[in-house]
């Protein structure tokens, strides 16, 4: 069936608009019914006439094909842009492999290094030494030497402002990266071309991981059989070839792996060097303030957080000031990363830290040496444990000491003077209260006159002359006569001793001769009593240097220390007893209860009779209140001494005592010049007062144990006869000892 004769269904957008009419036409159509539309059709015939025609979209045309630039259709151009393009495709592959290659082998350097790793507890100490710590005479710590540990701190223990200045200071995106810092690096590097030096000298732009790589020495341990000493394997760990960088950065990225943050933190906090000995932040706090490093301050902090430059020379003991504004400038780091309010960081710059009284002391200074070189070697100098050595010093007696001299050199000696002086203040039994050995008081390791100085004792060696005689019978009463001798010496031209005032004084008593120091009755009294037995009492009392063998002996022409010297006029004040002084109380390990040695020193045997010891210290009582002694007198207290002065005045002495205690005072040069209108009884006697002075202070006076005078005179010279028979009935007693005729 055909459908042609059908009308097709009109189009969507025919019933939308309408048909449009085959023809135009000017006017209205006229004609039959036919040709007469419908009312409806004319209509929608307005209607749709009405609407506009839609518009017709314009064919979009074919993009022109581009022309081939006149350069690409060049084959030689062609030919370049391949072999670059090639070079390009073969670097870009090589590089991507080696690339991978190196990861690869970083990443089993780092495992390897990994597992080689001990756990954190094993790393915090890393000493190769031990230390020692040394306490007074009340148990306060005022020294130390050896490498300080004060124990292990973590990250979370010590004070955070510590915790905050180190961060702030050596790696502020410490907890940020992986244990390498590439733009620490870069801006290390940029600051050493900048500041003339090669890429990889001066600043390193390590990270705290990489130093405390460096600090372990990259798992290294010091071997003596490898190395030839301790300082060749440090300066090896130190070492900064890009090899040595390169070794480093794998041992960090492995501590990066095995460890947090704060573990590794806590190991550069234990094992960092920081100036003084110290080894760790609380060695450190302890050595420089007194303190556990869990209550620094923010400015204590901040000092000790700048130490991590240059340890030794930004010390706080070394020098103060510089110390006190490196610390200004890690607060200003703290505030400017927000680790510090702004009013908190000028409250740390207005009260910047200061040493604690013992730090101030610069380790215990001469005392604190001597006690080292006195005691044990393995336990001292070299010990690998830690040590605490209790003491006899009396740090308030040290400080009298030491102001006492000070002062003396300010105000009496003129400016620019070269010559030195030393002091020794000790109890009865020989136990050092203070020392001090030269006029640099504050210093560690430097020439300690009180003890290595040995030099000539003058006039101040009498009193063991007339100790001599008055333990084999002799009166301070008894007479000698003053006048001219000649002593014909086997070996040497004839001796005739002077009196300092070259004069004679005829008869004068022993307590006389003593009191204005007259040399001609000691040299008698010397020879008659014997220059074997003076010699004798003089080394029992402890005077252990060599003693002359002629009759010069009587006047003090022996070499000898102030320290020696000193410890034997103890004798006499403890009543007659040799002494040894001594500085060390007690030595235990640090964290026992039990001593492993005590005492080293004390009162020992009896050398004189104890009647023998007060009578002569009446005399020298006598020399202190009316002689040569004068300018050394106490208020209120009685005072017995001898002055010194050795030949062409190169040394000058004063030695006394209270009932209290003993000092003793060396004034000279190093090199033997001889002292300008000086002698013992004064600028000696002067410093032995300020010193005495400053150390009774407060105490209650104490009378001397002296016997007045002894019995009457007997005779205006010595007894030939006695003479004789005290030295027959002694040199009997020596050959029965040691044989001969």
């Known amino acids: 069936m055909s459908d042609s004769g059908r009308k097709k269904p009109p189009l969507v957008a025919e019933r939308r608009y309408g048909s449009k009419p085959a023809g135009k036409s000017g006017g209205k159509t006229k004609g039959t019914a036919a040709g007469r539309k419908p009312a409806a059709t004319k209509r929608a015939a307005s209607k749709s006439t009405a609407k506009p025609a839609p518009r017709k979209t314009p064919a979009r045309k074919k993009p022109a094909r581009r022309k081939p630039a006149k350069s690409s259709r060049n084959p030689i151009v062609r030919f370049f842009r391949a072999i670059f393009g090639w070079l390009f495709r073969l670097i870009w592959a090589f590089t991507w492999r080696i690339t991978a290659l190196a990861m690869i082998v970083v990443g089993l350097a780092v495992g390897y290094v990994y597992s080689t790793l001990p756990e954190v507890t094993a790393l915090l100490d890393g000493r190769a030494n031990g230390s020692v710590v040394m306490t007074d005479r009340t148990g306060e710590v005022f ?124 190991i550069y906090l234990n094992r960092a060097y920081m100036g003084g000995g110290a080894y760790g932040s609380e060695a450190a706090a302890q050595r420089y303030f007194g303190k556990p490093a869990a209550a620094l301050s923010a400015a204590e902090g901040a000092m000790i957080a700048g130490l991590l430059t240059a340890p030794s020379t930004l010390a706080p003991t070394s ?61 001292t100098r070299n010990s690998t444990s830690d040590v605490v050595i209790r003491t006899t010093l009396d740090q308030r007696i040290q400080d009298a000491a030491e102001e006492a001299m000070n002062y003396i050199f300010s105000e009496k000696v003129r400016e620019g003077s070269k010559a030195q002086a030393a002091i020794v203040v000790m109890s009865a039994d020989g136990a050092v209260r203070a020392m001090v050995g030269g006029r640099k008081t504050k210093v560690t390791g430097a020439f300690n006159r009180a003890v290595q100085a040995k030099r000539q004792t003058g006039s101040a060696f009498k009193p063991f002359v007339y100790a001599t005689a008055l333990e084999l019978g002799w009166s301070a009463n008894d007479i000698v006569v003053d006048e001219p001798i000649t002593i014909n010496i086997p070996g040497s031209s004839p001796w005739s001793p002077q009196n300092y005032d070259r004069k004679f004084h005829g008869p004068v008593t022993l307590t006389e001769a003593l009191r204005v120091s007259l040399n001609i009755p000691a040299v008698k009294i010397a020879q008659d009593a014997g220059l074997e037995n003076v010699r004798k009492v003089a080394s029992d009392f402890g005077i252990e240097s060599d003693l002359a063998a002629g009759p010069s002996l009587a006047l003090g022409a022996s070499d000898t220390s102030l320290l020696e010297v000193t410890g034997a006029y103890a004798g006499i004040l403890n009543g007659g007893s040799s002494v040894r002084p001594y500085g060390l109380v007690e030595l235990k390990m640090q964290g026992d209860d039990e001593a492993l040695m005590t005492s080293t020193g004390g009162i020992g045997e009896r050398v004189i009779s104890e009647d023998a010891a007060r009578e002569l210290t009446w005399m020298m009582h006598v020399v202190a209140a009316e002689g040569t002694g004068r300018r050394a007198n106490l208020p209120d207290w009685q005072v017995a001494g001898k002055t010194g002065t050795s030949q062409k005045a190169k040394d000058a002495w004063f030695i006394g005592f209270t009932a209290d205690y003993v000092a003793g005072v060396w004034m000279g040069y190093d090199d033997n010049t001889p002292l300008t209108g000086v002698t013992g009884s004064g600028l000696p006697a002067e410093i032995w007062h300020e010193t005495m002075r400053r150390v009774h202070e407060g105490l209650t006076p104490k009378p001397l144990p002296m016997l007045r005078g002894g019995s009457p005179a007997r005779h205006v010279a010595p007894d030939p006869q006695r003479d004789r028979d005290t030295r027959n009935g002694i040199d009997d007693l020596l050959r029965g000892i040691f044989g001969g005729n």
């Open 143 to 266: 020294a130390w030497r050896g490498d300080q540990f004060g124990g292990v701190v973590t990250a979370d223990s010590v004070s955070p402002h510590l915790k905050n200045a180190v961060v702030a200071t050596e790696d502020k995106r410490f907890y940020r990266h992986f244990g390498i810092s590439p733009r620490g690096v870069a801006s290390a590097v940029r600051i050493n071309l900048r500041e003339g030096r090669g890429p990889l000298s001066g600043h390193g732009g390590s990270t705290i991981t990489q130093q405390t790589a460096k600090l372990l020495c990259l798992g290294v341990v010091y071997d003596d059989t490898q190395w030839d000493s301790e300082a060749a394997y440090e300066a090896d760990c130190r070492r900064g070839s890009l090899w040595r960088k390169g070794k480093e950065a794998i041992y960090a990225l492995a501590m990066e792996v095995k460890y947090t943050k704060d573990e590794i933190l806590s």
């Open 319 to 379: 020098n103060l000031t510089r110390s006190q504004n490196r610390a200004g400038v890690i607060i200003g780091l703290m505030e400017d990363q927000g680790y510090l309010s702004t009013k908190a960081a000028q409250e740390a710059r207005d009260n910047p830290a200061k040493l604690s009284p013992a730090a101030q002391a610069r380790a215990g200074g001469y005392f604190a040496d001597w006690v080292m070189s006195s005691g044990p070697e393995f336990f």
